[in-house]
């Protein structure tokens, strides 16, 4: 987890980290948070949910960038947490944000989401 404010090179250090992952020939994507919760209604949306959290919880590493740049809904929120937590245990996930723990209920909409996320972490 990279919690800073913006410009202090959080996303350098995880592409960094993603390149070196990447060049041990592990699975590593990378993705804006708004771009994967987007990508997660769509296959919700096409009942295709179960197949998307399948093929992102296979990287051996997610970079997650960005968490709490715009506002996330409910339903996003929801839909996050079921990656994190399909993935907990079992590959790395790194997330950049510029949101403090104490901020991310207000960013999830929703206090025990947050505060599921941040045991999580």
Known sequence: ??????????THLAISIGLENAK?????YFI?????????K?????????????TLSKYKLL??????YLPI???GANLLFQLINKRYEKHSTIITTNKAFSKWGELFGDTMIANGSAIIN
């Open 1 to 10: 987890m990279f919690v800073g404010s913006p410009g202090v090179g959080k």
């Open 24 to 28: 041990t020939y592990k699975s590593t």
């Open 32 to 40: 804006n948070c708004n771009d994967l919760i987007s990508a997660l």
């Open 42 to 54: 769509k296959a919700l949306s096409q009942n295709r949910l179960n197949d998307k959290l399948k």
């Open 63 to 68: 970079i997650i960038d960005e968490v709490g």
């Open 73 to 75: 809904d409910i339903e």
